[in-house]
RNA sequence: GCGAGCGUAGCCAAGGGGUUAAGGCAGUGGAUUGUGGUUCCACCAUUCGCGGGUUCGAUUCCCGCCGUUCGCCCCA
């Protein structure tokens, strides 16, 4: 068949799914308000060296699954595979560090060239926020505060906060010579990816899943080990602070991302509800990277929440309601349904929710999509009501029924709204 | 990028080398041309993801492609 389909790895949100989003943008909106976030869009495509420099050439991330086209004046652009890149671009390129500590926010689509399963796409959602300007172990706890919040709020329980440092870079040079060494002596018993990895990421083989490659790291050194004092005060300080709101988490020394930038705190939360991509939300401390962009030496922190995920989860937890009208106009007959229009819109100037029937079919017809509709009430103009300018308003659920003219309707809005809450609730 | 499973209507599906491709839900029309939720009737896939091959004949068997699901990898 010649119809167009959607490019793998997107999909189309239905109304029905949209429900979800919406809530999830609400809730997240509230959180970070009342955490004084505000909201900044950078564009969806960069300058390709942007992703390189920042996230790290040698990342899967950048080595093989970015959107990287060239455009028609001959330059490399990427669209971004994560937005942290961006933000701190713009802090940067509008000198925003003058500003003092700032705590940012942004939404929007994300692209990576993967293999498409269930929690992975190649067009994803993200949610972020990005706190730049402050070293403070409490600018760690804050973050990881609002996420918790915003997981809470929806209504997710049973998520897992790991939480791990990954050091500073020297630490983490001493620390990568150490586990090869350790590891060296077993090459020959690790699985075949982690042999790749031994030297090109030796970090990487703790999170293995191969029996016997997991056998082998039991042993292994940490890096936790190998942190300096600094950042080790700087972890437990966190851990600490966590502790004090309450916030459970487990320390996973196996913990690694995927992006070069992170500097000591690193956490995921993951769920067990998602199979294979667990994570729902991911971040750390990232000190290095506004210098690494050019700007001034400025420490941060954030995280991303994958949209895409947190539904798929909330989507178990509760049923999208169909929304339903307060009124359905039915009307019949070509001046009936020129009033049966004007009075649709008037009312909905008056905040009423109304769905006006269009297809101009029988009356039996268009009551019984306005059952299926979930209508409180029916307004009914034929050509009776067309000719005095009138309208029969028709409770569903008791049946009752009178003629008011419309004008009278119009103006009694206020006890028509108390009535319908009295019957439904507010919506 | 690798491995495995799956692909019949908007959704859930039965079927199986030979022409009528079950059934249910949803939808549309009617019984009921001014009044809903029940009921009854009718309609709703010239076609079984796409392309090629085997065959007198394929939706059914084979190959390729595409999509999807699960896992690896990676990550949100």
């Known amino acids: 068949m010649g119809a167009i389909q959607l490019i793998r790895g997107t999909r189309d949100i239905l109304p029905e799914e949209a429900y979800y989003w919406q809530q999830v943008e609400a809730v997240a909106r509230q959180i970070l308000n009342r955490a004084v976030y505000q909201e900044i869009r950078p564009p969806i495509f960069e300058q390709t060296a942007l992703f390189e420099r920042g996230i790290g050439e040698a990342t899967d991330v950048v080595s093989k699954e970015m959107y990287t086209f060239r455009d028609l004046g001959d330059r490399s652009i990427t669209l971004r595979p994560e937005g942290t890149a961006g933000v701190v671009r713009a802090f940067i390129e509008h000198n925003l560090h003058t500003q003092g500590v700032k705590r940012l926010w942004y939404g929007g689509s994300m692209f990576r060239y993967e293999r498409p399963q269930a929690g992975r796409q190649r067009q994803f959602h993200q949610i972020g926020v990005e706190l730049i300007g402050s070293a403070d172990p409490r600018a760690d706890v804050e973050v990881i505060a609002i996420a918790t919040d915003i997981l809470q ?168 309601p169909t929304p339903s009208p307060d009124f359905y106009v039915v009307s019949r007959g070509d001046r009936a349904e020129a009033q049966a229009l004007l009075l649709a819109q008037k009312l909905r100037q008056s905040e009423m929710k109304v769905e006006l029937d269009l297809s101009g079919s029988a009356f039996t017809k268009q009551f019984k999509r306005a059952d299926r509709s979930g209508a ?38 206020e006890e028509l709204r108390d009535q319908i809450d009295l019957l439904v609730g507010p919506s």
């Open 153 to 320: 709020t929806l209504g997710l329980k049973s998520l897992r906060l790991d939480l791990n440092s990954v050091g500073n870079p020297e630490e983490r040079q001493r620390y990568r010579e150490a586990l090869v060494s350790y590891l060296t002596p077993y090459a020959q018993e690790l699985d075949q990816d982690s042999q790749e990895r031994l030297h090109r990421n030796p970090i990487r083989i703790l999170d293995s899943k191969d029996k016997r490659t997991q056998e082998i790291t039991q042993n292994a050194p940490t890096i936790l080990d190998h942190l300096g004092s600094e950042s080790q005060a700087h972890f437990e300080k966190v851990q600490q602070r966590l502790t004090d709101l309450g916030i459970d988490y487990q320390i996973n020394p196996y913990l690694v991302r995927g992006l070069d930038y992170y500097t000591h705190t690193a956490f995921e939360i993951q769920s067990d509800d998602l199979g294979a991509q667990a994570t729902v939300c991911g971040g750390g401390r990232y000190d290095g990277l506004v210098a690494q962009l050019g700007g001034p030496d400025t420490p941060a922190v954030g995280w991303a929440i994958g949209m895409e995920r947190l539904i798929l989860l909330l989507q178990k937890l509760q049923a999208a």
């Open 376 to 413: 409180v009430a029916c307004l009914v103009l034929g050509d009776a009501e067309a000719e005095n300018h009138t309208v029969q308003l028709k409770w569903m659920a008791s049946q009752q029924q009178r003629t008011i003219p419309q004008a009278e309707l119009l103006s009694m809005t």
